[in-house]
């Protein structure tokens, strides 16, 4: 059935609950997993009526507690995968919006599948944050597993 499944992460309780879910799948079906985490690029504040100088080091400093954050959240597929007997890759992608990094990532690394969590927010709460999961599914040409 499924020999690739991509599983997204932001590191948080709730992306965990996709983490278990992937990667028990995989073990089921003998896949390999690849696990994903989108940096958005930096913004910096602006502001109507005045320009913001804002220092080289407050590029720096997002770039690194990024990656720590992608580093983090990446080690723990990898130590469920571990865990559970499943080959796992990792890898950190850049993109304004997370869900289109998703599926870029999922493209290039010819996955067949995506597991992913999702907050099940509906009606004016994900009118007004949004659902990354929801664009996931809107766009995506391959299954995406859908936990809550």
């Given at each position: 059935m499924f020999k690739h499944?991509?599983?997204?992460?932001?590191?948080?309780?709730?992306?965990?609950?996709?983490?278990?879910?992937?990667?028990?799948?995989a073990a089921k079906l003998g896949a390999?997993?690849?696990?994903?985490?989108?940096?958005?690029p930096y913004t910096a504040p602006m502001y109507a009526?005045?320009?913001?100088?804002?220092?080289?080091?407050?590029?720096?400093?997002?770039?690194?507690?990024?990656?720590?954050?992608?580093?983090?959240?990446?080690?723990?597929i990898a130590r469920a995968a571990a865990s559970a007997g499943v080959r796992c890759a990792g890898r950190v992608v850049e993109d304004l919006q997370?869900?289109?990094?998703?599926?870029?990532?999922?493209?290039?690394?010819?996955?067949?599948?995506?597991?992913?969590?999702?907050?099940?927010?509906?009606?004016?709460g994900g009118v007004i944050l949004g659902s990354q999961t929801a664009r996931v599914l809107a766009h995506s040409k391959i299954p995406v597993l859908v936990l809550r």
């Open positions: 499944i991509l599983i997204p992460t932001d590191g948080s309780a709730l992306a965990a609950k996709g983490i278990r879910a992937g990667v028990k799948l390999r997993v690849t696990g994903v985490y989108v940096i958005q009526d005045a320009a913001m100088y804002v220092p080289a080091s407050a590029f720096d400093d997002y770039d690194r507690a990024s990656k720590a954050q992608a580093k983090k959240a990446l080690a723990a997370p869900w289109q990094g998703i599926l870029k990532a999922a493209r290039k690394g010819k996955c067949d599948a995506i597991a992913m969590a999702s907050h099940g927010r509906g009606g004016l």
